[in-house]
């Protein structure tokens, strides 16, 4: 019987790797995944690898015969071994195969060099993701945690969903033209904005939220600025966190707007007066509708953010394929950790 493998790329742990029958778990990073794997140790025999891009490992990787050899540390295993694998954090695990090259006195050949080396890895890592779907069965996206939100917004749309109206610009003009009108709008990034754990001796971390736009928002900005985009602020009367498992729907409703520090951004959390959060049951409509839009991304896991406005109207926010579910998980006592950990085992020869 072949051993089942779950490969995990989880960049907020500190463990370069560890299997399921390790009693010591709790001296780990990463409440969330820690859980996913002792629920796998509680349902299978079934051997774990954890992978973390963010700390120092030695790796040995070889492809011949139609198949991976990868040893990381002290775990080896080959892909033909692997019967399932969760792609916690996205993208290609194995970091620092290819060193750096620097052609002293020639900055032109050393850039040169240095996108030649890019896309050798990328070319490596497009077909380990290759042969290892091919291989088992895979939770997760190799895409990365960063769909593109416009795009998101696009399709959802297409699908028949409501996303709130939205501009990019880099007028101020334009920005202006937003504030005047009185409709009420956000700004916020495009894609993940800043989220940086400085985990040096400052401990300090570094974040962007969602602002309301307002005259004090373009203050110090000239007539032409940055690309920026805006959204419609909706009334809301709720929001919702959605986490999806292929078809299966977990969400819980956060009240976030009876509290105006956590109005416009949830996660500006209020720790004296948390925002009370509930398990939500979504309607079978939105519940298709969501399917449809994470197939038309080739996702099948992660969490939608949605907002109920007052009149019990759903609009989608964006979708994260590798947002923190713990939180959902516990105060809504949902069991996901579970549900991760039986999909994972599911396919054990």
């Known amino acids: 019987m072949p051993a089942e493998v779950a490969l995990s790329d989880d960049v907020r742990t500190t463990a370069a790797s560890e299997t399921c029958h390790d009693p010591d778990l709790q001296q780990f990073g990463d409440p969330s995944t820690l859980d996913v794997m002792r629920w796998i140790h509680h349902l299978s025999p079934a051997k774990v690898v954890r992978i973390n891009a963010d700390e120092r490992y030695r790796v040995a990787l070889t492809f011949a015969d139609d198949d991976f050899f990868v040893q990381v540390n002290d775990d080896a295993f080959r892909l033909a071994d692997v019967s399932s694998a969760w792609l916690r954090k996205g993208g290609f695990w194995f970091k620092g195969l290819f060193p750096a090259v620097t052609a002293e006195g020639r900055p032109a050949l050393t850039r040169h ?104 928002s373009l203050d110090g900005v000239g007539a032409s600025m940055a690309p920026s985009f805006f959204q419609r602020y909706v009334d809301k009367a709720f929001e919702l966190r959605i ?25 500006k959390y209020n720790d004296v007066r948390p925002n009370r959060v509930i398990p939500f049951r979504l ?67």
């Open 243 to 267: 986490f999806f498992l292929d078809d299966q729907f977990r969400a819980g409703a956060i009240f976030s707007q009876n509290d105006e520090q956590t109005r416009v951004d949830y996660r």
């Open 113 to 216: 060099l240095s996108q030649m080396l890019e896309r050798e890895n990328r070319t490596l890592r497009d077909h380990f993701h290759y042969v290892l779907r091919k291989r088992c069965a895979v939770l997760g996206s190799a895409h990365g945690s960063t769909p593109n939100k416009l795009v998101v917004l696009e399709h959802a749309r297409e699908l028949g969903l409501r996303t709130p109206s939205f501009s990019v610009s880099n007028q101020r003009s334009h920005a202006e033209g937003l504030v005047a009108s009185g409709g009420g709008y956000v700004t916020k990034a495009m894609s993940d904005g800043l989220y940086l754990f400085d985990a040096t001796e400052s401990k300090t971390g570094y974040f962007t939220y969602t602002e309301a736009l307002g005259p004090q």
């Open 283 to 349: 309607p079978k409509a939105i519940e298709d509708k969501l399917s449809r839009l994470a197939r038309a991304l080739d996702l099948n896991t992660g969490s939608f953010d949605m907002i109920v406005d007052s009149q019990g109207e759903y609009y989608l926010l964006e979708v994260n394929p590798v947002g923190q579910f713990g939180p959902l998980s516990e105060k809504c006592n949902m069991g996901i950790e579970r549900m991760i950990a039986e999909r994972l085992v599911a396919r054990e020869h």
